[in-house]
């Protein structure tokens, strides 16, 4: 799953009346494993205690630390071993805080590498968070990440996903597509729910826009693709989660 929860930011709806609709979130969707976008140390805290079936990964965006958004790796610690796992900058030195280009803010992937507990195989998942206002820097990002996760995976089976805020019509998404399948197309049973990502409208012109995704690479089977759209999705936030089901 990729799953944007819309950070506690004064701004937005209280997290304490949301608090309780994103671990429903969690639970109604099962997913294995998560790429979560706007988490604050606040959050991950309060989740963490919400959802014990779960362990994540990551670093705040401006320190490296506990400051700033996070781009989480939530996983199921009985269907997957974690083997090793970092978080890089999307920036022209990804391996310390820094800007990208022309990003307002700074910002992250997180990446791990796992063992399936059932299968014995092992996959290479990523989250990331594109700028939501830098075109170049989105590029760039795509650029960055076109490079770096196949280094990282050294030859395993890799997932991207996260929010992108593009959408498939850009360049971007047209640099990852170089890399990896769009799991809406890729999937072996028709599309389910709404084909729109995110809920909310702002002067970023992305309207009824579908920008989060989830990608895989080409061998890797997509047999169900899902945008979710329930009541504590509603609750929770301003983007719908998506899921893809895989056979590794």
């Known amino acids: 799953m990729t799953f944007n929860a819309w950070c506690d ?20 969707t099962t997913a294995d494993v998560v790429a979560g976008q706007e988490f604050t140390s606040r959050m991950l805290d309060d989740l963490s205690r919400d959802l014990e079936q779960y362990r994540w990964i990551g670093a705040g965006r401006d320190d490296g630390d506990r400051a700033g958004e996070f ?20 920036a022209p030195d990804p391996s310390t805080v820094g800007l990208g280009w022309n990003a307002r803010c700074h910002r992250t992937t997180t990446w791990a590498e796992f063992r399936d507990h059932e299968t014995g195989r092992p996959f290479l998942f990523a989250s990331t968070h594109f700028d939501h206002r830098g075109g170049l820097a989105r590029t760039q990002s795509a ?5 770096h996760l196949p280094a990282l995976s050294n030859g ?9 805020n593009c959408r498939p019509s850009s360049r971007p998404y ?8 769009d799991a809406r197309h890729a999937t072996r049973t028709p599309p389910r729910g709404p ?3 995110w809920r909310g409208w702002s002067r970023l012109g992305l309207g009824a826009a579908r920008i989060d995704h989830v990608f895989v690479s080409p061998r890797i089977p997509v047999l169900e693709y899902r945008v979710w759209d329930t009541p504590a999705v509603r609750l929770a936030s301003d983007h719908r989660p998506v899921t893809a089901r895989l056979r590794l």
Request: aromatic share 12%; proline share 8%.
């Open 143 to 147: 650029r960055l990440l076109r490079t």
């Open 174 to 181: 047209r640099v990852l597509s170089e890399a990896w399948q």
């Open 156 to 164: 395993i089976p890799s997932i991207l996903a996260g929010d992108f």
């Open 9 to 28: 930011h004064p701004a937005h709806p209280d997290w304490e009346k949301r608090r309780a609709a994103c671990a429903s979130v969690f639970r109604e």
């Open 195 to 197: 084909a729109r990502t």
């Open 71 to 90: 781009t989480p790796v939530f996983y199921r610690p009985d269907r997957l071993e974690l083997s090793r796992h970092g978080t890089f900058w999307l």
